[in-house]
């Protein structure tokens, strides 16, 4: 649970090291120079190395002489790939012509007054050059790929494969699984169904053939054993081994006819009806557990698979989240259906923390496009509007978020031959998604053809995707963006409206 922590970003600084120089600005006092001071001045300063301080965080915007940020999630992993800098302690040697600038983040969340006050007082201190490098050591050693990774490794929700990694402990009311007793022994793995199976039969076995020895000795039939004047309640039985098959062979029907029990006394022919009737009780429920346990549709689920990334790009000019989902067998779901559930922790704005709170993801269920004819792969969609928990996410603040996106596929089995009792059953195929498995700017490939008369899937292209332009903005931007856009169209076009209508002459 302490992996799905909010995780709001600080104001720390981040350091890179870039060959190239950038123009920098004039300093104030050159300003009153002239023309000639001025190019000496900034002649003098760009020759010399800046010095590693940091500068107050840009929240937005181009700085010119500074290399942007790339939008593309590709970029932003080959940016991370780069090795230790030169200033840093490592055996390399320093690259020759390159410089050192600051480069800090491009963007801040909203963070509360009292952290950012603490912040920027820290921030205010200028450290000593040796502190300053060490921190820039350091703050590059947590965004290298190999430190990122062992951040990003968490507990999952629920797997790639489904299962839901939740324990339920401390139950203090067990004697609720007792009244379902059907349903608590199809749900025990396969060993301990096992166990029980044969357990149910071995112990009525021994029991009743306790009972029979115990009502043998009792009688007197084990001591007068080969005496033909007397008349036995059970006969052939000497001992606890030969009791023991005669319980054998009377709840299995089997009757050899050495052993029986005959009519001579009352108490034998009770035992033997109900033992008779609890070996009926047994065969059903066991021999139900495992016809239910073995056509569980649950298996089916192995040949439903799922892309391993989603991937977020412009779909009919809209940002669009996508993932795909395919049907590995011919047999094909009956009434597949799809839902999207995000699972992320917030604090409500009365201070309330609130843990794995579920929220649903529309994937078309007002137009009924989560409803799938599952015959060939398909693209899920989910449109990121003012509705979806996404609306407000950038690919910046994507590297900062902390979510999970748990994809479930449910659909009827499809009968084969006759209708058989496994027919109609549902089945459910899930999946989970981490912000690291999101790529930002990229589409699947297209993995059907059409080959001699027949639409042809090739699966070796399931999980390839490639690289699209799309915006780094988030989707609100975008939508803001577009009214402007279009509310300054609006204005150009009356203002263009007014100017080509002809003056009206004053009448008579």
Not at 99 to 109: F, K, M, N
Not at 234 to 246: K, P, R, T
Not at 251 to 261: A, E, H, K, L, P
Not at 337 to 355: C, H, V, Y
């Amino acid at each position: 649970m302490l992996a799905y922590l909010p995780r709001p970003p600080t104001d720390t600084s981040r350091y890179g090291t870039f060959p190239q120089k950038p123009d920098l600005p004039a300093a104030p006092e050159a300003l009153v120079e002239d023309g000639g001071q001025k190019a000496a001045a900034a002649t003098a300063r760009r020759g010399a190395p800046m010095p590693n301080y940091p500068s107050a965080p840009r929240h937005s915007g181009f700085v010119p002489g500074e290399p942007s940020l790339p939008p593309s999630r590709g970029s932003l992993s080959t940016q991370q790939h780069r090795g230790r800098p030169s200033w840093c302690p490592a055996p390399a040697p320093q690259e020759a012509g390159a410089r050192l600038y600051p480069l800090h983040a491009l963007s801040v969340a909203n963070v509360p007054n009292s952290s950012r006050g603490k912040t920027s007082a820290r921030s205010s201190t200028v450290p000593t050059p040796e502190g300053l490098q060490g921190r820039r050591c350091k703050l590059l050693e947590e965004d290298s790929p190999v430190a990122q990774a062992g951040k990003r490794q968490r507990q999952r929700y629920v797997t790639k494969v489904g299962k839901c990694q939740v324990n339920l402990g401390n139950i203090q009311d067990k004697k609720r699984f007792l009244s379902d007793i059907f349903t608590t022994i199809v749900d025990l793995k396969y060993r301990w169904f096992l166990f029980v199976f044969m357990m149910c039969y071995i112990v009525t076995w021994v029991v009743f053939g306790f009972i029979y020895f115990l009502d043998a000795w009792v009688r007197g039939d084990v001591g007068h054993q080969g005496d033909p004047e007397w008349q036995a309640c059970i006969e052939n039985v000497d001992g606890f081994v030969s009791a023991l098959l005669l319980s054998v062979e009377s709840q299995r029907t089997i009757g050899y006819g050495t052993r029986m029990v005959t009519a001579n006394c009352a108490e034998g022919v009770i035992l033997l009806m109900a033992q008779s009737i609890v070996g009926s009780m047994i065969d059903a429920m066991m021999v139900g557990c495992m016809f239910v346990k073995i056509s569980r549709p649950k298996k089916r689920a192995q040949t439903l698979i799922f892309s391993k990334n989603c991937v977020i790009s412009l779909r009919d000019e809209k940002l669009c989240l996508m993932f795909r989902v395919g049907d590995l067998r011919e047999s094909h779901m009956v009434d597949a259906k799809i839902r999207a559930k995000l699972i992320k922790s917030r604090q409500t704005a009365e201070g309330e923390f609130i843990p794995l709170e579920q929220s649903e993801l529309n994937l078309g269920y007002d137009t009924g496009e989560d409803r799938l004819f599952l015959v060939e792969p398909q693209i899920i969609c989910h449109v990121i509007n003012r509705h979806s928990p996404f609306w407000d996410m950038s690919a910046e603040s994507l590297r900062r978020e902390q979510f999970e996106i748990i994809i479930i596929l449910e659909g009827i089995v499809e009968a084969t031959g006759n209708h058989c009792l496994a027919a109609g059953m549902t089945c459910q195929a899930r999946t989970s998604y981490t912000e690291d498995e999101i790529l930002w700017g990229y589409r699947f490939e297209p993995c059907m053809s059409l080959e001699k008369g027949a639409f042809q899937v090739d699966y070796s292209r399931f999980e390839m995707t490639f690289e699209v332009q799309t915006p780094a903005a988030s989707a609100r931007e975008l939508h803001e963006l577009k009214e402007l856009e279009q509310q300054e169209h609006s204005t150009l076009s009356l203002y263009w409206d007014h100017l080509v209508q002809p003056c009206a002459l004053p009448g008579p």
